[in-house]
């Protein structure tokens, strides 16, 4: 059984600056065989923080070994809690905290820090944490997470770099969110299972991660519904207890391995890749003439040798994902014709196009919502359009990955340049996906580690 006692990343106390590692990738080898997805990041490190509503044990199985999960379980050991792992299976003994502060070292690690309120609020009355992290892909204010809380009774202030807040007990608001935000609803609901009165969110997101973590509450005891119109209706109750949860697949590993399989020419079944999560994703993987098959077990994934253009939005659930952008905005660079991408869930995520640019991608940025729909970035200074015209060959590069997705769509872009390409800034992805080098490495594709 192993403690998270020491941070894969994120040291306190650094001795000396750890030599940065790197992927040098051969392009040219179709991708080949089978890979099974880990549990879903987004889900895993909220259901971790969850585990603080109650003294008794919460145990969380397939839970991915990643960066992101070993920072949000150093923030657990931080305040108290007792966090251990075997294989995919994360125990969480939260029955002796000790504080309610939140180190201020983890600031700017992840966004994890501010699902820690509602929680802690509950223990202590109050709550100190840090500043949030995570990838830059936009401005990521959390105004609307303040705003709910503020509704159901918390004083909250911000000073440098932390938030203090303070609440006797939390009260059941009717919260209507301006735009369906994901972290916004599980800090509602992971303060509204144990307030006074009945909470409802309205204009909530309800992504798959969000129902995970909220049938992991319910195991715990709490009452929580969805309804109709994106609506969750959260009956406050006396306490909670402990529970054991599978944590569901990761649906953006799943499509990031369909990406690679289709950008490559190889053929990959996608294990524990669920349909139901992926249903705009396939859709759009059909338009464009990638082959699938759906089995009980997984998702097999081919290719084409006639990538069609697309227009494709993205949405929040159950539209097209934002972090399904990335690998297929590079699965469109070879496509053959003028592919359209409109983002509207975050005004900054094509930063990382400019590298693509460098080796050889046809893709421009607009203002201008290109979309069906104008998007709440309308009229404002964000290249939030992407206009992609292929097929173009690629060319190897020296390439530094700016973000978590943004990552896997260079690691399939040097999959498939001429040549070989040198990647930095691994850690950002590792982050998020786990093993991804033995993956790939198994999957045929000409990696190493430098
Ligand atoms: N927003 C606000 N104010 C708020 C909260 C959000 O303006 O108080 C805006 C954001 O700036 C953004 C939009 O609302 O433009 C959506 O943000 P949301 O709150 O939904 O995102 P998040 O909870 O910060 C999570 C995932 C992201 C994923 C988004 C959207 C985690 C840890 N992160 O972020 O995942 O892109 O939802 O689905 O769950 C990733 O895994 O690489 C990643 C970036």
Same mark, same amino acid.
């Given at each position: 059984?192993?403690?998270y006692?020491?941070l894969?990343?994120?040291?306190?106390?650094?001795?000396k600056?750890?030599k940065?590692?790197?992927y040098?990738?051969?392009?040219?080898?179709?991708l080949k065989?089978?890979?099974?997805v880990?549990?879903a990041?987004?889900?895993?490190t909220?259901?971790?923080v969850?585990?603080?509503?109650?003294?008794?044990?919460?145990i969380?199985?397939?839970?991915?070994?990643?960066?992101?999960?070993?920072?949000?379980?150093?923030?657990?050991?931080?305040i108290g809690?007792?966090?251990?792992?075997?294989?995919d299976q994360?125990t969480?003994d939260a029955?002796?905290?000790k504080s309610?502060?939140?180190?201020?070292?983890?600031?700017?690690?992840?966004?994890i820090?501010?699902?820690f309120l509602?929680?802690?609020?509950?223990?202590?009355?109050e709550a100190?944490?840090p500043?949030? $992290?995570?990838c830059?892909i936009?401005g990521?204010?959390?105004d609307?997470?303040i705003?709910a809380?503020?509704?159901?009774g918390v004083a909250i202030?911000?000073e440098?770099?932390t938030y203090?807040a303070? #609440?006797?007990?939390?009260k059941g608001a009717?919260?209507?969110?301006?735009?369906p935000?994901?972290g #916004?609803?599980?800090?509602?609901?992971?303060?509204?299972?144990?307030?006074?009165?009945t909470?409802?969110?309205r204009?909530?997101?309800m992504e798959?991660?969000?129902?995970d973590l909220a049938m992991?509450l319910?195991?715990?005891?709490?009452?929580i519904?969805?309804e109709?119109?994106?609506?969750?209706v959260i009956e406050?109750?006396g306490?909670l207890h402990?529970?054991s949860?599978?944590?569901i697949?990761d649906?953006?590993? #799943?499509?990031?391995f369909?990406?690679?399989?289709?950008l490559?020419?190889g053929e990959i079944?996608?294990?524990?890749?669920r349909?139901?999560?992926?249903?705009?994703y396939l859709n759009?993987?059909?338009?464009?003439g990638?082959?699938?098959?759906v089995r009980d077990?997984?998702?097999?994934?081919?290719?084409?040798?006639?990538?069609?253009p697309?227009v494709?939005?993205?949405?929040?659930?159950? $539209?097209?994902?934002t972090?399904?952008?990335?690998p297929?905005?590079?699965l469109l660079t070879?496509a053959?014709?003028?592919?359209?991408?409109?983002?509207?869930v975050?005004?900054n995520?094509f930063g990382?196009t400019?590298a693509?640019?460098?080796m $050889?991608a046809?893709i421009?940025?607009h203002h201008?919502?290109l979309?069906s729909?104008?998007?709440?970035?309308?009229?404002r200074d964000?290249?939030?359009s992407a206009i992609?015209?292929g097929?173009?060959p690629?060319q190897?590069?020296d390439i530094?990955?700016p973000?978590?997705?943004?990552?896997?769509?260079?690691?399939i872009a040097?999959?498939v340049a001429?040549?070989q390409?040198?990647i930095?800034g691994?850690e950002?992805?590792e982050?998020?996906?786990?093993?991804i080098?033995?993956?790939?490495k198994k999957?045929g594709a $000409?990696?190493?580690v430098?």
């Amino acid at each position: 059984m192993a403690f998270y006692v020491s941070l894969r990343y994120h040291q306190r106390m650094p001795t000396k600056q750890p030599k940065e590692h790197a992927y040098l990738i051969q392009g040219g080898k179709p991708l080949k065989g089978r890979v099974k997805v880990a549990g879903a990041k987004n889900a895993a490190t909220k259901e971790l923080v969850a585990a603080l509503l109650t003294d008794e044990k919460v145990i969380l199985r397939n839970v991915p070994n990643i960066g992101d999960v070993d920072v949000t379980a150093e923030m657990l050991t931080d305040i108290g809690a007792k966090v251990s792992r075997r294989g995919d299976q994360v125990t969480v003994d939260a029955s002796r905290l000790k504080s309610s502060k939140v180190s201020e070292a983890f600031s700017g690690k992840n966004r994890i820090p501010i699902l820690f309120l509602g929680p802690l609020l509950h223990r202590f009355g109050e709550a100190v944490i840090p500043s949030l $992290g995570g990838c830059s892909i936009g401005g990521r204010t959390v105004d609307f997470h303040i705003e709910a809380l503020q509704k159901m009774g918390v004083a909250i202030a911000c000073e440098g770099k932390t938030y203090t807040a303070r #609440a006797k007990k939390l009260k059941g608001a009717v919260i209507e969110l301006p735009f369906p935000s994901v972290g #916004a609803t599980e800090n509602v609901m992971l303060s509204a299972v144990l307030a006074e009165g009945t909470t409802i969110i309205r204009n909530a997101a309800m992504e798959p991660e969000i129902v995970d973590l909220a049938m992991l509450l319910q195991s715990m005891g709490a009452l929580i519904k969805l309804e109709v119109n994106r609506t969750w209706v959260i009956e406050g109750v006396g306490g909670l207890h402990g529970a054991s949860h599978h944590v569901i697949p990761d649906r953006i590993e #799943a499509a990031s391995f369909a990406a690679a399989a289709a950008l490559t020419g190889g053929e990959i079944f996608v294990e524990d890749a669920r349909q139901v999560d992926m249903l705009a994703y396939l859709n759009a993987m059909r338009r464009i003439g990638v082959p699938y098959e759906v089995r009980d077990d997984g998702i097999l994934f081919g290719s084409t040798d006639n990538l069609q253009p697309i227009v494709v939005e993205t949405d929040v659930h159950p $539209g097209f994902m934002t972090d399904w952008q990335q690998p297929f905005v590079m699965l469109l660079t070879q496509a053959k014709g003028v592919s359209i991408v409109h983002e509207t869930v975050y005004e900054n995520r094509f930063g990382y196009t400019d590298a693509l640019r460098q080796m $050889g991608a046809n893709i421009q940025l607009h203002h201008e919502c290109l979309g069906s729909k104008p998007c709440r970035y309308q009229n404002r200074d964000y290249r939030h359009s992407a206009i992609i015209v292929g097929p173009t060959p690629l060319q190897a590069a020296d390439i530094r990955i700016p973000d978590l997705r943004a990552g896997f769509s260079y690691l399939i872009a040097a999959l498939v340049a001429k040549g070989q390409s040198k990647i930095t800034g691994i850690e950002i992805i590792e982050r998020g996906y786990e093993n991804i080098f033995g993956k790939l490495k198994k999957l045929g594709a $000409g990696i190493k580690v430098i």
